[in-house]
């Protein structure tokens, strides 16, 4: 029974002097009181839905024994102009007030028992809440005696455990942790700082916990967590086949018809494990979801039935086979007709903890549950080897069925939208003996507070082709790869994500199955067995995001064409993920302890000082796809903690120019810390293309500003050698030698001069066109050695002779000349026909109506470049040979 | 109740004309004989207080004197208050040198800007190249305020920046366009260029 007071300092965003220092508050139980002490929580660009500000817990000082506040004048100087005859009088105080607030308890060893100070400039609301301290603690003291922080003030333990973000045990926003901290932080430029204080919280919040695991690297161990996911439409069937492909990975006995459910264990017994290598060993734990368990009428009113669950429940473990014993239920959560379920092994049954359930309709009126979602939470915990609890990993599973029809596409993203929003799991604080539960705060977290997340369903996506030239791509023989990458394009989910309307930032492995949906029976089918009137589709899904903590590897990705009893075909993926093993407590002290180090940072009076080596970095010469990178060390010279990030010049402008990477754009240092900042030039066709023309010098100032402190400077140079790819051909036409030898526009040939077609180009024809002896069946077929490329390039680029080392045989230099034409040809700016061309040339069928397709304004250099390489393709390259092997570089 | 008012000031000036040590005297009212160059730009604050009622805050960015970020100069002179045009007396090129900072505020600064010529070192008064004719005739043809300072000695160093904070507008109260530290908590977002100094009304701002 909490009682609550809020006096004078209500409002207190005037009441303290620093940003994170915000508010006072008093909550009370019975004779017990403590204070508590929030801070602003900096809203982050990414996510922060609610614009509004919002206050975290950043202390929670319990009023007993010792407990003390007492104020005192603070020692900033200030120039005091009054008395003329003073000219520098440093020591005039303004009215600031330093806050001491002592603990009055330890809690244990390693708790923060230092005493907390704050700055303060209102002196009326000060007095108030000291003065109501001092009555709090006088009550205190008389009431009880001698208070323990476990025995009077219990409820207020779970609040000590999750005080700061750093040592919670709610993982951050998944989002957050995969979006750049650089561009969650204020916007700043060169001059201006931006929000320095907000965002030295900001990177101070990442650093914390990654910090903490660098320490713990020493003892931690890693488990990977091998985890296999299913989703199934079922149509509202009963399960009448054997599961096996679907939920145990094995796809032998595809296509047998298996009636009736009892003798599935009997068949598919001794037969288990056989998908060895990357799959060796079953999922420690396996997740299905099913969409449309339930399609009668009733369902959506009363729908706690149990029969179908436990009709599926069985057909999963039946079609486990013998491997079925391992396994245990571990939990499950139904909505009408969506149901998620969780298998996990027995043995690692106990690493399971904190299991929740939720439960979001989305369907008719937006709650019915036609639609929807059901979700799975829980913590990962293996045993450190130690023995001692371990950091747990958060998995959540969500097994969803959005809107359904083609053109519905814009419902299933505010679909997604609006539950993942809506889904919540309600997890209490940390539990421990001397804590009653019943008194413990409830902590409501969303499904991206987690590790891991796992989507999976019938997502009713479509293929924005129509229907004909869908089934025509799916039944073209000898090319279904390069087909469904054709149909992969028009996917709406993978538009969707491309571009940012529904499921950001999840990640898909590559649909290399056949769509699952439409099937039929009977007259209406395709056949491929899809239904005639339905445009198939990739409806049924399993997407996953994760934090880089704990990164995962996708293994599979499968739908099951064997399992045919719905109209709809189940669709599988397997994971693993890497979980870090580290344990609880040791964790949880090397937080405090370097919450400690930088709790305090930005109100310290020392200047932040870092030193840069070197100062100033030059390149020296850098070219086309030649990758250079430099290294920058900052290090902290001063006495405290800082925190750094790189700057635009302007606020809206990028850190750097496109031409160089920075690879770390913030971080924080301690004292006498440093970090090796890498700087990469690498130039490609883009940029080349840019400056080929006449931009020999790349040179940057790069801004790196301290938080509260200086902006640095990091000049930034290199020499850029032009190259004759990345340019047009008319261009190389008018170059009177290498371009390399080129200097300024004087250099050029005038367009009357220009030759008829590019030397370089005409290197590489004569010399391919010289090359006897070679097969040239293996010009343009194989991929040609990239360093036999450069060379040639660099030939070109500079005039000098073809000269190889003697390692590359003449077969590899010549493959390579055919690999430089093609790359060459690519790199150009302008294509050698012109794109607008295309329809016209892929309808020619004969020589004859070739010579009628023309080019519009017709450049002398395309017209001989596009007859060289025509005789060069005839001469050198056996048509048939050629047509069917030939590959365009990547 | 006291007013507070933040301005920006901005330092500019050749190398080794002794910008950062004018600064850290008036600042911490220290002097190191030997200071490194300058690679960036410092930022300080220091607060005067003109009378009871009004204190007038400094944001302070104190510049590289260095040829080769002369390009950076216009980040941190845009949208300042004020500037200190700093030049060493016994250098006469390094008032040449101000004369082009003071040219090239006068076209791209705010228009209203508070321009301060100072000549620095006259605790080296033997060595002088610049006499005090000569710098405050130029100062008073291009309406600058001037003074000259010892940044080793102390000596006319909080005199400078009374006069700038005296000369200064002070008639808009609190947060001023040219401050750019939030100081308010919960102040979130950056800086707005949209909000220019608008003081162009403000005539009286520059004329000495």
Known sequence: MAMRIRPASKDGESFCHMDPLGHFRFESSWSSISLFLFKFKPTNGAGGANPSVELVIDHVIPIIGEFSISVALSKRNTVDLRNPSSPLTMNQPRTELRVTINHGHHLSPDQNTEHITLLANDLQRLRSVLEECKRLNQISNENVGPATVSGTHAWVLPYLSTASPAFSAVPFDVRLSNSPLHTRLSPASAGFPGDDLADIQLIREEWIPRAAKVICDKTKTRRDLKIRIGTFNVNGNLPTQDLGAWVGGSDHDADKMLPPLKKLSEITLGESDDKGDELSGSPDILVVGFQELDLSTGALLYSTEAFRENAWTSAVFAGLGERHELYDKLVSKQLVGMLIMAFVKKNVKECFEDVKTTAVGAGILGVMGNKGATGIRLSFRPKHPSGAPSLPTVLTFVNSHLAAFEDMVDRRNTDFHDLSSRMQFVRRTDQTPETPTRNLPQVVVSVFDTDVLFWMGDLNYRIDLPSQTIRTLLTWPGLEEVNLAELRKYDQLRNAIRERKAFEDFKEADLTYLPTYRFAIGFSTDQLGYDVKRKPAWTDRILHMHSKTAPVKQLSYHGHPSVTMSDHRPVSADFVVSCDVIELSEYEMTTRKLHRQVLYMEEEEAPPKISLEPSSIDFGTVGYLRSVTRALEVRNIGKIPCAFRFVPLEVEELICPPWLLIGTVTGLLLPDESVTVSLTIDINCEMAAELNRFRPRLEVTLILHVGLGKDHFVPVSAKYEPTCFANTLSYLTRLSGPIRDVKSADDLLSEDEAKNAPKEFMRLVNRLMSCDGVDASALFTTRGDLKVVEIIRECLDTGKQFVFPKEYTNSVISVGFGEALLRLLDSLTEPLIPSSLNSACEAVTSKDEGFEVSLPHPSRASWRSLAYTLLLIRNCVAPDSFWTNFHMPP | ?208
Do not use: H
Request: net charge neutral; hydrophobic share 35%; glycine share 6%.
């Open chain 2, 1 to 208: 109740m006291s007013k507070q008012f933040q301005f920006k000031l901005v330092l500019l000036g050749e190398s080794a004309v002794g910008k950062s040590s004018l600064v850290l005297r008036f600042v911490r009212d220290q002097f190191d004989d030997y200071r490194e160059s300058t690679i960036g730009a410092a930022f300080l604050t220091q607060t005067v207080t003109l009378d009871d009622s009004t204190t007038v805050k400094f944001e302070i960015w104190d510049t590289a004197g260095q040829e080769r970020y002369k390009s950076l100069a216009p980040m941190y002179y845009r949208n300042a208050n004020c500037a200190v045009v700093v030049y060493d007396i016994t250098q006469s090129t390094s008032l040449d040198k101000a004369r082009s900072w003071v040219r090239e505020l006068q076209r791209q600064a705010d228009p209203s800007i508070v321009i301060a010529l100072c000549g620095n070192k006259t605790d080296l008064n033997a060595r002088r190249q610049v006499s005090q004719e000569e710098a405050k005739k130029y100062a008073d043809e291009e309406g600058l305020m001037w003074g000259e300072t010892s940044a080793k000695s102390g000596e006319g160093v909080s005199d400078i920046f009374t006069a700038i904070a005296k000369k200064l507008p002070l008639s808009t109260p609190q947060s001023r366009p040219g401050a750019s530290r939030a100081s308010a908590p919960g102040t979130q977002g950056g800086v707005d260029l949209n909000r220019r100094l608008g003081a162009t009304e403000q005539s009286d701002a520059c004329n000495c």
